[in-house]
């Protein structure tokens, strides 16, 4: 099912622009043009996520934080004016869970809203943070890897990368979904970066057991495979 993403903005031509984009990335958006609009949209449409404008006519930005935080977790990125630090102290505060500075991007707006969602995701399936295959257990809540029963140590981003492979088995991702999950947004390296924490990876995982590895598609990416089970999931 889609994700909604509710756009609370009362700039005509910015929130046009959001919905337009979200749309084409495969989003249902909703668009609120006031602060009090924004509120009853929130209960009537129930989004994934909220994009929030802090000028907003009616009531601004942070009563419309405080109204939704008052009944609901769903995440929250608000949008700030350049240079506004205080607001965003004021909303981390506040219980925002991002911010994104005007004039933005609008593949930035996009980014971000994966990311924050990915977390939400995570916070909300905590019991999946432990995966067990043949000879192989990746525990994300000590942050250990156990491969053939002996701990090895493991810089947190090739464990984060094995985690978020091994999290789907037999899915094919490329560098850049990886770069994009696994790194986030912030991250100025390329493509690059994945294949070097890929090799390192597989000279502590090779030949460990016949019942999963960490293949190449030569072409597009990565995946981990898992023997016996079907692609796609
Ligand atoms: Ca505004």
Do not use: C
């Amino acid at each position: 099912m889609p994700k909604k993403i509710l756009v609370i903005e009362d700039e005509a031509n910015i929130a046009e622009l959001l919905r337009l984009y979200l749309e084409k990335e495969g989003y249902e958006t909703a668009v609120a043009k006031d602060g009090g609009a924004g509120v009853a949209a929130f209960d009537a449409e129930k989004p994934d996520l909220v994009l929030l404008d802090i000028m907003l006519p009616v009531m601004d930005g942070w009563q419309v934080l405080r109204e939704i935080r008052s009944k609901s977790k769903t995440p929250v990125i608000m949008l700030t004016a350049k240079g506004e630090t205080q607001d965003k102290i004021t909303g981390l505060e506040s219980g925002a869970d991002d911010y994104i500075t005007k004039p933005f991007e609008v593949k930035e707006v996009v980014a971000r809203i994966h990311a924050v969602l990915r977390r939400f995701g995570e916070d909300e399936k905590t019991s999946e943070r432990v995966l067990t295959f043949d000879k192989l257990v990746i525990d994300m809540d000590s942050f250990e890897l156990t491969v053939d029963g002996k701990k090895l140590d493991i810089p947190p981003k090739e464990m984060e990368l094995l985690f978020h492979l091994a999290s789907s088995p037999n899915r094919v991702y490329t560098r850049n979904q990886l770069l994009d999950e696994v790194w986030g947004f912030d991250y100025f390296g390329d493509s690059r970066t994945v294949d070097v924490h890929v090799k390192r990876l597989r000279e502590k995982l090779e030949g460990v057991s016949d019942k999963w590895s960490l293949k190449t598609v030569w072409g597009v990416g990565y995946k981990f495979e898992v023997n016996g089970q079907s692609a796609g999931k």
